[in-house]
């Protein structure tokens, strides 16, 4: 007998399942994905011992006949593809013909179907054990599809040893359904797990305007997710440019002319809004949830600075694109996928997020920046102050020195005429859709009238708005101040700042490095750093940015040409510049314990509001955030 032999249909199909049915929630995932593509409006999932044990799936689907419903548990037998051409332009979510066949061979399953618009009013029920057919009888049903898979992987014992435990396996099916769900909000969806009914979504009414598309995943969002998130609303449309070949016999002939439109939309949190991991975002191309590191790179882009360092931003967002531009046949799961253009839609991604972060942030028409309180706190229109601007530490705002020096000669006057009771009446709380309205599109904090308190810490500015209390951090918001004026400075000087060396060093790197350095030295000079050959493999340092110290000065250098390098061709000047200039700005901004004057705090605040970003500093901590009445009410004990 040869080495070499044909596989059993048996084992090839256990080897064939093993990469499309990972666990449970595979199962679910497969089984939604094909009611989607029924055109079912309608589909409950019910599990039990997180999947383990059973699990159901019924939709209102179109539902088979007995022959195609026979047919579907050959593998490959599928009409979504007709030729490998047809790869190429996938709309659909299924497409290999492989779930139901894998599921089949793992599992006890039955497969119940009605056909709409069979002349039979008996529906086909089909038992399979293992992949093989136990049994075929007329059962039945209403119009649709119900596929029960029982004893996952009870021809497997080597698999079924390394699933998870009921909980584990249960948070997994959870988050699919989710992503489905808001993939999907025309369709409604009930998840049942052990009997319990864990939600059931309503169908959104949608039509084809963006705005309804909007409001029906705002809805789905709030559904899963509860009330009180703060989303910002995308709408973005952009196009790059294609090659179309002209002959089959040659790739020479391309004509450049070609166009593609990608269309992005959808929500995000808004500043200030970020978790400690990626799992709330939620990105999809063509309605298909994906998985792509050059999409979440792009997401963190399009962030910049308005993101704490070590926070993700929480998004859904919706990718409509040619699906000739997208690769989905990478791994049987479909969740990876590869754009023909890769750059060009993480461009695109990345410009739509900012775009929106930055419109958020447009300052307002403001009658009165600051009101005054009753009792004198501030006097005066602070319209015409003038700009908090700092070059060194000598030249900060005339701080109060005086030993025991504040914002107020008396600070509890200044408490009294917060006006508590008074405050809460005029806002009406307790009757108030404003405050407790469901989703409202988030209001920048510096885009309404702000009342002046006092400050605590010595480093927080206490403030009152119309929806409640308000904080600013002093250091953090005079960071982005400055931070945005040298970097005006560097777009319109072309160079970021920089300080002379009292005593230039020299610089000796290896040849491949020095050749690159050579090549560099404009961008280097435009970082602030004052650098130029003095030799074959040697360089003179004579500059320094301002954060800089002098006993440092050669490995900084050697760090931004290692950051050069791995930045390539794609390296943005101005990118590498704003980290510069960020360190700057954090040695020269005012600190905690440097009380400012009256009028200073009036500029800082103005200053503030008339930032392109102003509601994070240069290193995404928060320059101002807000209690609101409702939260306070919730402290107190008033709501609950």
Request: proline share 4%; glycine share 6%.
């Amino acid at each position: 007998m040869g080495l070499i032999r044909l596989l059993s249909e048996k084992v090839s199909n256990q080897i064939a399942a093993g990469e499309v049915v990972e666990r449970p929630a595979s199962v679910v995932k497969e089984l939604v994905e094909n009611s989607l593509d029924a055109g079912a409006t309608r589909i409950s999932v019910e599990i039990q011992a997180g999947g383990r044990s059973m699990i159901r799936v019924t939709d209102n689907g179109k539902g088979m006949s007995r022959d195609d419903a026979l047919l579907c548990l050959e593998r490959h037998a599928t009409s979504k593809i007709n030729i490998a051409e047809d790869l190429s332009s996938i709309n659909t979510m299924g497409f290999r013909g492989e779930a139901i066949p894998s599921i089949a061979s793992v599992s006890r399953m039955t497969v119940t179907s009605m056909e709409q618009g069979s002349d039979s009013p008996e529906a086909t029920r089909i038992e399979i054990h293992g992949g093989k057919i136990r049994q075929v009888e007329s059962a039945g049903h209403a119009v649709g599809t119900t596929v029960e898979v029982r004893s996952l992987f009870f021809n497997l014992p080597a698999r079924r040893k390394f699933l998870r435990s009921p909980e584990n396996e249960r948070t997994h099916i959870q988050h699919f359904l989710t992503l489905l769900a808001l993939a999907n909000p025309q369709v409604g969806f009930v998840y049942i797990q052990d009997k319990r009914r864990v939600w059931e979504l309503a169908p959104c009414c949608i039509d084809e305007s963006s705005d309804s598309r909007l409001k029906a995943v705002r809805e789905r969002i709030g559904a899963l997710h509860g009330e009180g998130i703060s989303l910002l609303e995308v709408q973005s449309e952009g196009e790059y440019r294609v090659a179309r070949e002209l002959s089959e016999n040659t790739d020479e002939d391309m004509d450049w002319d070609g166009k593609t439109t990608v269309r992005i939309w959808g929500l995000i949190g808004a500043p200030g809004v970020s978790r400690s991991t990626r799992s709330n975002q939620h990105i999809f191309v063509n309605r298909r949830p994906v998985e792509n590191k050059s999409l979440n790179r792009a997401l963190m882009e399009g962030y910049h600075t308005s993101l704490m360092k070590g926070q993700f931003p929480i998004c859904c967002l919706f990718l409509e694109i040619d699906p000739s531009e997208v690769d989905v046949n990478i791994h049987p799961a479909k969740r990876e996928v590869k754009f023909h253009h890769d750059r060009d839609v993480r461009k695109l991604l990345s410009h739509a997020i900012q775009e929106t972060i930055l419109k958020f942030h447009q300052p307002k028409n403001y009658s009165q920046s600051i009101i005054p309180m009753e009792e004198n706190v501030i006097d005066g229109d602070i319209s015409d102050t003038a700009e908090v601007e700092l070059k060194s530490d000598q030249e900060k705002p005339n701080l109060v020195k005086e030993e025991g020096g504040t914002l107020f000669k008396d600070f509890s006057k200044s408490v009294k005429g917060l006006n508590i009771g008074h405050s809460l009446k005029s806002l009406d709380i307790e009757s108030s859709n404003e405050l407790r309205g469901e989703h409202l599109e988030p209001i920048p904090l510096l885009s309404v009238s702000l009342k002046l308190i006092g400050v605590v810490g010595k480093l927080y500015v206490v403030l009152e708005s119309k929806n409640g209390l308000v904080l600013m951090d002093q250091h953090a918001a005079h960071e982005r101040v400055l931070y945005e004026q040298m970097l005006r400075r560097m777009e319109e000087d072309g160079a970021a700042p920089s300080q002379k060396l009292l005593l230039p060093e020299t610089v000796e790197l290896p040849p491949k490095d020095a050749k690159f350095l050579q090549d560099s030295l404009q961008i280097l000079n435009r970082l602030g750093v004052g650098i130029s050959e003095f030799g074959d493999r040697t360089f003179l340092l004579d500059a320094l940015p301002p954060f800089v110290k002098g006993t440092d000065a050669r490995k900084f250098v050697l760090e931004l040409i290692d950051k050069l390098q791995a930045a390539g061709e794609e390296v943005n000047v101005l990118r590498l510049g704003e980290d510069v200039i960020a360190k700057t700005v954090c040695r020269h901004s005012v600190k905690a314990n440097d009380l400012l004057r009256e009028e200073e705090l009036q500029g800082l605040i103005d200053n503030l509001r008339s930032c392109k970003m102003p509601y994070t500093c240069p290193h995404g901590r928060p320059t101002i955030i807000e209690m609101s009445y409702s939260e306070l009410e919730k402290k107190f004990g008033r709501i609950q």
